[in-house]
């Protein structure tokens, strides 16, 4: 589905992407609606989830109540939102509604 200098993004099958990132390219990524933390296979690594649009807002009052920071969030142009916060051992942990992907 797509492939750059950051990553390679496979059609996994029923909804599901599969993003592979080249070692190197930990940098942030700002785009037009917010930055996407630096994460690859080397250091910070990264897990996103599918969740509901309707979702969303529980989701970050959840993670508020809990202290969580979110430390990003991205409005992607094709109408999906993208949440990023750190689990406890630093790994990027994305909620990701419809609308980011053409499978998704």
Known sequence: MLESDRLV???AGEATVL???HRGHAHPLPTAGGLVPG???AGPVHIAFAIDRSDLAP???RLES???AIESRVTWDSGGVSLYFRDPDGRSVELATP???PTY
């Open 9 to 11: 993004a496979f059609d």
């Open 19 to 21: 993003l592979i990132f």
């Open 66 to 68: 809990l202290r969580i």
């Open 59 to 61: 989701w970050e009052s």
């Open 39 to 41: 994460h690859d296979g």
């Open 99 to 101: 609308g980011l992907w």
